[in-house]
């Protein structure tokens, strides 16, 4: 657009997995972000196997209240968790976004 006026947003992006640009979000406390996925993966147990049930539970336990956890572990147990959301398809989605706000609300 040479020479010309333009108003808004200008976004480049590049590589795959780009979801898009997301403004203006007030910052999520981390235990709060913890709750709510929580509260997702609750919702989720109905539809998991006893395998998953296992690895969520396992990853639930290794996260607590999310206080005096590893970063390394947190991480790995959010990644665990969102792995299974993933797996069972549309019905896991509110726990990858739970997940999502979580990573975000301790800077990952």
């Given amino acids: ?7 808004g947003d200008e976004v ?3 590589g795959d ?4 640009m997301i403004k203006n979000q007030a910052p999520v406390d981390p235990r709060t972000a913890l709750r709510e996925m929580v509260t997702a993966v609750r919702v989720l ?11 969520v ?5 290794a996260i607590g209240d999310g206080q005096n ?14 792995g299974v959301a993933a797996m069972v398809g549309q019905v896991g989605v509110p726990v990858l976004e739970a997940v999502r706000r979580a ?3 301790f800077g990952m």
């Fill in 69 to 82: 956890v590893d970063r390394g572990t947190l991480r790995r147990a959010l990644g665990a968790i969102a």
């Fill in 1 to 7: 657009m040479s020479g010309g006026i333009h108003f």
């Fill in 12 to 14: 480049t992006q590049f």
């Fill in 17 to 20: 997995h780009n979801v898009g």
């Fill in 45 to 55: 147990r109905g539809e998991l196997s006893p395998a998953d049930l296992q690895v």
């Fill in 57 to 61: 539970d396992e990853s639930l336990g």
């Fill in 103 to 105: 990573t975000a609300a």
